[in-house]
C-alpha cells in the first residue's frame, strides 16, 4: 500500500485584486518550510523590485515559473504554492502534473474576500497592486472555469488561439488580404535580468 503524499502544492486562484495573493502569503507565513510562487515574479526588476509587465514575453514567464516549480519539487519543498490566477483549467495542468510526479497532494484554494465572492470587479480594480482595469478583470471572469478538479484539469487543453480577422493591404492588388499567424511561446528564456535556467529544466504547457 503507497503512503499519502506528505507534501502539498497549492494551486491559488483568482483575478488581481482578489485577495488571492495575500490568501497564499498568509499560507505561507504558517509554514515555514514553504515557497510561493507567481509568474509574475518574472515581471519584478531584481534591482529597483519595480513591475514591468510585458505580454510579450508571458510564454516565456510561464516557462520560468514552472522550472522554479519544478526545482522546488525536485527539492522537496514541503508545502509549494503557485501563486497565479489560473481562470482556466489548462493553466493549471503543467503544475498538477508535476506534483503528482513527484507523489504531492495538490490543493486548489481561493481567496474568500467578500469582494472576490460577489465578483467585484471595480473593488478588485482598485484593490490590485499592478494597476490591472476593470476591463481587463471583466475579460478574466469572462474566461473563469469552475469545474476546477483535478482530473478535470489533468484532461483539459489549451484552447485554440481564435483566428484573427483578415485585414486588407494596400497595393497592386486591393482584393488581397493577410492573415497573421501566432507565434509558438519560446522555451528559451532570453530576459536578460532574469536568472537563466538549464533548458532540461522547462516544462511543456
Known sequence: ???????VLVVMRGCPGSGKSTLAQAIAANHPRSVVLSTDDYFVDPHTHEYDFDPSLLGQAHQW???????????????VIIDNTHTQKWEARPYVQLALQFNYAVEIKEPQTEWWLRRDVDQMARKNSHGVS???IARMLERWESDFEIDAILKSRRPAPAPRPAQ???????????TVSVPKRLAAFSQPRRPKLPASSAVPV
Open 168 to 178: 486588407p493591404r494596400s497595393g497592386p492588388s486591393p482584393g488581397y488580404t493577410a
Open 1 to 7: 500500500m503507497s503512503e499519502s503524499p506528505s507534501n
Open 134 to 136: 476593470v476591463e481587463a
Open 65 to 79: 515559473n514552472q522550472s522554479r516549480a519544478l526545482d522546488a519539487l525536485q527539492r522537496q519543498v514541503p508545502l
